[in-house]
Structure formats: C-alpha cells, structure tokens
C-alpha cells in the first residue's frame, strides 16, 4: 500500500489505518516484529517522519509497543475489536466506508471546482 495524495486523511493517519488493519485482521500477528522505520518509508513511499509519526499513534492507541534496540512488536493485548464476533467487525467495516466516503468527498469537490472554473 503506498500513500495517496487524492485521499484527505494526512499520510501518518493513512500508514496508520494501514497498520491498525493489518493488526486487526491478524495479518500482523502478536509478538511480530515489525519492519523498521526505514524499509516501512520505502513501502509507503513516505518520510520515515511520518512512519514515526504513524508509530506514536499506534503506541498511545496500545497496539504496538517498541523495545530500545530490538524493534517495533504487535502488542501482546491489542486494543483492537475482535472482528470475528459481535460489533468488531462492524465498527471495522464503518471506519473502511466513512474512509471510502471522505475520498469520494474529495474527489467530488475538486471536479465540482474544475467544472465550475470552465470557460
């Protein structure tokens, strides 16, 4: 997944909804070690800023934790909703449609803008 301009979240508050899927989803596991600031900046096409940025969210948010000279590691008690039963999986889906939405939104307002600028 790489960052998009179109969207109107900022790109640390994209990485990180990146992120918090990924943990929610299971794609990360407990215990995983993360890839650094680095090789995350690469994949996201972003400055490792944001990828720090993006980290400190998910910190404060309990989902990860970091360890001095050993890395980033999926929190072994995420806070995240279980999306396997009750509301989870719903509140996940909501966040994914309003995200969706915004970017439409977006879009929706620039070429308002380009058709009302037309000679």
Do not use: C, W
């Amino acid at each position: 997944m790489t960052v998009s301009q179109d969207d109107p979240r900022s790109a640390y508050e994209q990485v990180a909804d990146d992120i918090r899927r990924k943990i929610a989803s299971g794609t990360l596991k407990v215990g995983q070690r993360l890839d650094g600031n680095a090789k995350m900046a690469e994949r996201y096409g972003v400055a490792a800023m944001t990828i720090r940025h993006a980290l400190d969210i998910l910190r404060r948010e309990q989902l990860i934790v970091s360890q001095q000279g050993r890395g980033t590691f999926v929190a072994s008690d995420p806070a995240v909703p279980d999306t396997s039963e009750g509301d989870g999986g719903m509140a996940e889906e909501l966040s994914q449609i309003k995200a969706a939405l915004d970017l439409i939104n977006s879009r929706l307002d620039r070429l308002e803008t380009q058709v009302r600028d037309r000679p």
